[in-house]
């Protein structure tokens, strides 16, 4: 059996260099929130205009842009609500035909019919009264 020997190093402090860095990045941490308190006022003045001229940018932007889509979906849909409108309208004389037919096949007049009726009764009115 043989006797294992450690060997104990020793660590050496490195270059102070680490430790500058890290002092230097809390220090610019400080100064950040030094400046942030002193001009936080003024920055957020600045950040708020800068947001109100954003807006108003992006809202007339907005504006146009949904102008010019409406105009083109209108373009676009014309031909289409056309055609919609011939369809209804040849689906109302259908209708319209369908209800006259079951109407006058269950003895009920049309209003053609009873139009018809007024103006011979008004007719016949009339040459009663003359008659008198």
């Not at 860095?21 to 205009?49: C, H, T």
């Not at 004389?93 to 369908?98: D, H, L, P, V, Y």
Request: no cysteine; charged share 30%; glycine share 8%.
């Amino acid at each position: 059996m043989s006797k294992q020997i450690k060997v104990m190093k020793t660590v050496k402090p490195g270059p102070s260099a680490s430790v500058d860095k890290v002092q230097q990045v809390w220090l610019a941490g400080l100064g950040a929130f030094s400046i942030a308190q002193k001009q936080g006022k003024v920055i957020l003045d600045g950040m708020i205009n800068e947001g109100r001229s954003f807006q108003l940018r992006t809202d007339k932007l907005a504006r146009k842009v949904s102008g010019e889509i409406k105009a083109v979906a209108e373009t676009r849909m014309a031909p289409v609500k056309l055609r919609l409108a011939a369809l209804r309208s040849d689906a109302e004389a259908k209708i319209e035909q369908g209800v006259g037919r079951l109407m006058s096949y269950a003895g009920i007049p049309s209003k053609a019919d009873v139009d018809s009726l007024i103006a011979r009764v008004d007719k016949l009115s009339r040459q009663l009264r003359a008659t008198r």
